[in-house]
Structures are given as structure tokens and as C-alpha cells.
């Protein structure tokens, strides 16, 4: 996942500034030397990384943090404010035309991500109850409009393809007058890229975005691609006017360096972020939240955002009343672990439970763990799955071999099982869980 090691890495060096009765102006440079390593190990511009130290460290040495009771928070309270402020402070919305159709032009090089980042920004405005039109504007590439008239079908969007001889101005001019008509309120454009910025590519962008009144031009970079996404970045912003970014692979080993430096280097926020292959997998950036997961705060807020997509609200209300009444079985389990796993990869949801990397120490997120579950509960009959407590030695020895598994994950299982639901009983009762979160069947 993005932003780990750097997570971890600065949340090591402010945890010897935690707990400290008082702090020395050299404790606060040895933490902010570490810091600075840190951001720039992570690939962050180096201007950018010396900047952000220096205002850590002038809040930092300030009456407010030396002379607070615990001055090592206050000085994590400052990180987490100066890396909320670097990554841009606050949601930043999308514009929407006075008069419909919205025009949004997706820019970037080849490779980037483009047509299917305009196919996900499509899926997530119709969830919106926007009615969204999808233009290929990529006149060079015919492999390009297939893409998107495949994805627009997989998402029951419209896809506005060229006709005869149309040039990408025609084009999308044509189509925002037939969107206008058709009632669609918003045009998504997939631009043409190429290998590397030249003269033909911002010309026919210009020409583009001339022939309409364009409310959005988001450039598309891969986050993969650390400190060069951001020098792309500068590039683009400083022939055209771009305004705002979309991190792409933001999901993946990236060191998160572009995310921490784009706003400060070229002025234009990240407005949205890829955080996988999936048509569903792109979220909204939201810099406080992306602050408080780097410094292992969590991010409770997007979590309970996935689950209410996820989870079915009358199913949900149905096993809240199992739960109270006692009656929480295997199969509530498998239902539940399964729901989990479709709001996204464990290892993004794990780093959204606050203190959840503390609590569960080295315990690492394994995927397969959940097929294995799957096989243990699924060899189980079904008076076993409704009453666990039946389940005794010779019974786990017939599951262990009808799943192909161990009678020790058997047990590791059904211990797993109990903890969950002694914690999902107390939370649904309004208590806070007591003791170590349990490891979950996810984890090895």
C-alpha cells in the first residue's frame, strides 16, 4: 500500500517524542531529521520536503508545543496539521457548469490511465445521480474508443465515438450539443496521449478545450512513477491550464511521493485518487484523512463510507437484531467477512481502523486466509454452523480433512469466530471493545 513505509518511518520518529515530560529543541531536530529522511526515501521533491521540516519545526519549538503537558502530541498534532495543508487541506469538489452539460477533459501521457479513470469517474458521478455521457476522444488510437465503449457498456454509460471524419474539436463540440439534447448533464472527454509532452499533443488539447467551455481539465498521472508524475505534472500545468489531479496505482508499493508534492510544486490539487483496478476503485481525495492514515491515525470516515456501499441496509438491521438476541452464527460470520472483502483490499481497510497496525503488531494481511475460512465453514453441516459450540474433536477432525485443512486452523477459526462476535455484541450494545483486537481470518 502507498504511503507504508513512510508511515512508518515518521510515526518511529515521532513516537520518541511521545510520552516526554518535557521536549528539547534538540529532541524536536533529531525527530525532524528522521522526518526529512523519511519524505524523501518516499520519493517527495526535496524543496518540498525541506519546507514542510522547517515549518514543522518553527510550530514545533513554539510556546504552544513546549510549554503544553504533553508536548510530543502537540508535535504530532502539528505534523498531522502541516501534511493535511501540503496535500491541499480539504476535499476539493468538482466544478459543475451553471447551465448543463458539465465538460471534463482527462489529460495525460499514454500509459497513465486515462480511459479507464474516465470510466470510473463516470460509475462514481451515476452513483451520484448525475447522467453522465463518456466522449473517446482519442482520435489516433481506434483500440482507445473500443476500450471505453467496452467499459461504457460494463457501467450502462453512453459512449460518444468519432464519426467520418471528425477532428477531436469537432468532436467533442458535436458531442456536448447532442449531450444538451439528450439530457445528460455531464461529458466525460478521454483525450489522446502520448509517450512524452510535444507540441502536436498540447495543440490538439488546446483545440479541445477551445471548442467548448470546459469546467474541469484533470490530468491523469501514475502515482507509481514517484517524483517524474510530479515533473510531468509541472509540464502540463505550465502550458495548459489544468485544473486539478488524479492519482492513479495509488493502491499499489508507490512511495507516495507524488501525492506529497504535486499540490506544492504546481499549485493544482488532487481532486481524485485510483486505489485499484476495479470500475469502483477510485475515491475522492480527501487530504485530512490521507494525513491521519500516514501518521497511523486511521481513517474512520472512508471506512464507514465503504461500508454503507457495501452492506445491504435491511440485511444490515437483521443481523443487528441476531446479534442482540444472541444468535450470531458461522454463517453470519462468512456473510460478514465476505461483505468486508468487497469494499476494497484488506490491507487499505486495515489501515483505516485507528491503532489497528499497534494493536495487531506483525500480523500481516493474507487474502488466501479467506478462501480457507470459506472451505472450513462451507465443510460444516448446517445444525454445526448455526451451533458452533457442538463442534467438538472428532467433528473438527471431519472438517479439517473436508476442507483440505488442518484441525488446527479449524481451531484458530472457531476462536476467531467467538472473538468477533463477543466484540460485534459489545459494540452493537454502544460499549467500546475491550483488550486486543482479533486477529481476523484474514491474517497470518
Same mark, same amino acid.
Given at each position: 500500500m502507498a504511503f507504508e513505509s513512510l508511515s512508518e518511518r515518521?510515526?518511529?520518529?515521532?513516537?520518541?517524542?511521545?510520552?516526554?515530560?518535557?521536549?528539547?529543541?534538540?529532541?524536536?531536530?533529531?525527530?525532524?531529521?528522521?522526518v526529512r529522511m523519511a519524505l524523501l526515501e518516499a520519493d517527495v521533491n526535496f524543496r518540498v520536503a525541506r519546507s514542510f521540516v522547517n515549518r514543522v519545526k518553527e510550530r514545533a519549538v513554539g510556546v504552544e508545543v513546549m510549554e503544553s503537558l504533553t508536548p510530543g502530541q502537540q508535535v504530532v498534532k502539528v505534523v498531522n496539521e502541516e501534511l493535511t495543508s501540503l496535500m491541499g487541506g480539504s476535499e476539493r469538489r468538482l466544478e459543475t457548469a451553471s447551465q448543463p452539460p458539465t465538460v471534463i477533459m482527462l489529460l495525460g501521457l499514454q500509459g497513465s490511465g486515462k480511459t479507464t479513470?474516465?470510466?470510473?469517474?463516470?460509475?462514481?458521478?451515476?452513483?451520484?445521480?448525475?447522467?453522465?455521457?463518456?466522449?473517446?476522444g482519442d482520435i489516433h488510437r481506434p483500440a482507445a474508443a473500443d476500450q471505453l465503449e467496452q467499459l461504457g457498456a460494463t457501467i450502462?454509460?453512453?459512449?460518444?465515438?468519432?464519426?467520418?471524419?471528425?477532428?477531436?474539436?469537432?468532436?467533442?463540440?458535436?458531442?456536448?450539443?447532442?449531450?444538451?439534447?439528450?439530457?445528460?448533464?455531464?461529458?466525460?472527454?478521454?483525450?489522446?496521449?502520448?509517450?512524452?509532452?510535444?507540441?502536436?499533443?498540447?495543440e490538439e488539447l488546446a483545440s479541445m478545450a477551445s471548442a467548448v467551455q470546459v469546467d474541469e481539465m484533470l490530468l491523469v498521472l501514475d502515482a507509481m512513477t514517484g517524483q517524474d508524475a510530479v515533473t510531468m505534472a509541472e509540464e502540463f500545468t505550465s502550458r495548459i491550464s489544468v485544473t486539478g489531479i488524479v492519482l492513479t496505482k495509488l493502491d499499489g508499493d508507490a512511495r507516495g511521493g507524488a501525492a506529497l508534492s504535486v499540490l506544492e510544486v504546481t499549485g493544482c490539487p488532487i481532486k481524485f485518487s485510483g486505489v485499484g483496478e476495479k470500475l469502483e476503485d477510485l475515491e475522492v481525495f480527501h487530504p485530512e484523512r490521507m494525513a491521519s492514515r500516514?501518521?497511523?491515525?486511521?481513517?474512520?470516515?472512508?471506512?464507514?463510507?465503504?461500508?454503507?456501499?457495501?452492506?445491504?441496509?435491511?440485511?444490515?438491521?437483521?443481523?443487528?437484531?441476531?446479534?442482540?438476541?444472541?444468535?450470531?452464527?458461522?454463517?453470519d460470520f462468512l456473510e460478514q467477512l465476505q461483505?468486508? +472483502?468487497? =469494499?476494497? /483490499?484488506?490491507?487499505?481497510?486495515?489501515?483505516? #481502523?485507528?491503532?489497528? %497496525?499497534?494493536?495487531?503488531?506483525? &500480523?500481516?494481511?493474507?487474502?488466501?486466509?479467506?478462501?480457507?475460512?470459506?472451505?472450513?465453514? +462451507?465443510? =460444516?453441516? /448446517?445444525?454445526?454452523?448455526?451451533?458452533?459450540? #457442538?463442534?467438538?474433536? %472428532?467433528?473438527?477432525?471431519?472438517? &479439517?480433512?473436508?476442507?483440505g485443512t488442518r484441525v488446527q486452523d479449524v481451531n484458530r477459526l472457531l476462536?476467531?469466530?467467538?472473538?468477533?462476535r463477543d466484540m460485534l455484541k459489545q459494540m452493537s450494545r454502544g460499549g467500546m471493545p475491550r483488550g486486543k483486537m482479533p486477529r481476523m481470518p484474514f491474517m497470518n
Amino acid at each position: 500500500m502507498a504511503f507504508e513505509s513512510l508511515s512508518e518511518r515518521i510515526q518511529g520518529a515521532l513516537k520518541k517524542l511521545r510520552g516526554r515530560g518535557k521536549l528539547s529543541e534538540a529532541d524536536v531536530d533529531a525527530a525532524m531529521r528522521e522526518v526529512r529522511m523519511a519524505l524523501l526515501e518516499a520519493d517527495v521533491n526535496f524543496r518540498v520536503a525541506r519546507s514542510f521540516v522547517n515549518r514543522v519545526k518553527e510550530r514545533a519549538v513554539g510556546v504552544e508545543v513546549m510549554e503544553s503537558l504533553t508536548p510530543g502530541q502537540q508535535v504530532v498534532k502539528v505534523v498531522n496539521e502541516e501534511l493535511t495543508s501540503l496535500m491541499g487541506g480539504s476535499e476539493r469538489r468538482l466544478e459543475t457548469a451553471s447551465q448543463p452539460p458539465t465538460v471534463i477533459m482527462l489529460l495525460g501521457l499514454q500509459g497513465s490511465g486515462k480511459t479507464t479513470t474516465a470510466a470510473k469517474l463516470a460509475r462514481l458521478l451515476r452513483g451520484r445521480g448525475r447522467h453522465p455521457v463518456m466522449v473517446a476522444g482519442d482520435i489516433h488510437r481506434p483500440a482507445a474508443a473500443d476500450q471505453l465503449e467496452q467499459l461504457g457498456a460494463t457501467i450502462e454509460v453512453p459512449v460518444r465515438r468519432p464519426r467520418n471524419d471528425e477532428d477531436p474539436a469537432t468532436l467533442v463540440k458535436n458531442a456536448v450539443t447532442e449531450a444538451r439534447k439528450g439530457g445528460q448533464d455531464t461529458v466525460i472527454v478521454d483525450t489522446a496521449g502520448r509517450l512524452h509532452i510535444d507540441g502536436d499533443l498540447m495543440e490538439e488539447l488546446a483545440s479541445m478545450a477551445s471548442a467548448v467551455q470546459v469546467d474541469e481539465m484533470l490530468l491523469v498521472l501514475d502515482a507509481m512513477t514517484g517524483q517524474d508524475a510530479v515533473t510531468m505534472a509541472e509540464e502540463f500545468t505550465s502550458r495548459i491550464s489544468v485544473t486539478g489531479i488524479v492519482l492513479t496505482k495509488l493502491d499499489g508499493d508507490a512511495r507516495g511521493g507524488a501525492a506529497l508534492s504535486v499540490l506544492e510544486v504546481t499549485g493544482c490539487p488532487i481532486k481524485f485518487s485510483g486505489v485499484g483496478e476495479k470500475l469502483e476503485d477510485l475515491e475522492v481525495f480527501h487530504p485530512e484523512r490521507m494525513a491521519s492514515r500516514i501518521l497511523g491515525m486511521g481513517d474512520v470516515l472512508t471506512l464507514i463510507e465503504k461500508a454503507e456501499q457495501g452492506m445491504d441496509e435491511e440485511r444490515a438491521r437483521q443481523l443487528s437484531e441476531r446479534l442482540m438476541s444472541d444468535q450470531f452464527t458461522l454463517d453470519d460470520f462468512l456473510e460478514q467477512l465476505q461483505q468486508v +472483502r468487497q =469494499m476494497g /483490499p484488506l490491507d487499505q481497510l486495515m489501515s483505516m #481502523i485507528p491503532g489497528a %497496525s499497534k494493536q495487531l503488531g506483525a &500480523a500481516e494481511v493474507d487474502e488466501g486466509e479467506l478462501v480457507k475460512t470459506e472451505a472450513i465453514i +462451507r465443510s =460444516m453441516t /448446517p445444525e454445526e454452523r448455526a451451533r458452533p459450540d #457442538i463442534i467438538k474433536r %472428532s467433528r473438527r477432525r471431519r472438517i &479439517a480433512t473436508g476442507s483440505g485443512t488442518r484441525v488446527q486452523d479449524v481451531n484458530r477459526l472457531l476462536k476467531q469466530y467467538q472473538a468477533t462476535r463477543d466484540m460485534l455484541k459489545q459494540m452493537s450494545r454502544g460499549g467500546m471493545p475491550r483488550g486486543k483486537m482479533p486477529r481476523m481470518p484474514f491474517m497470518n
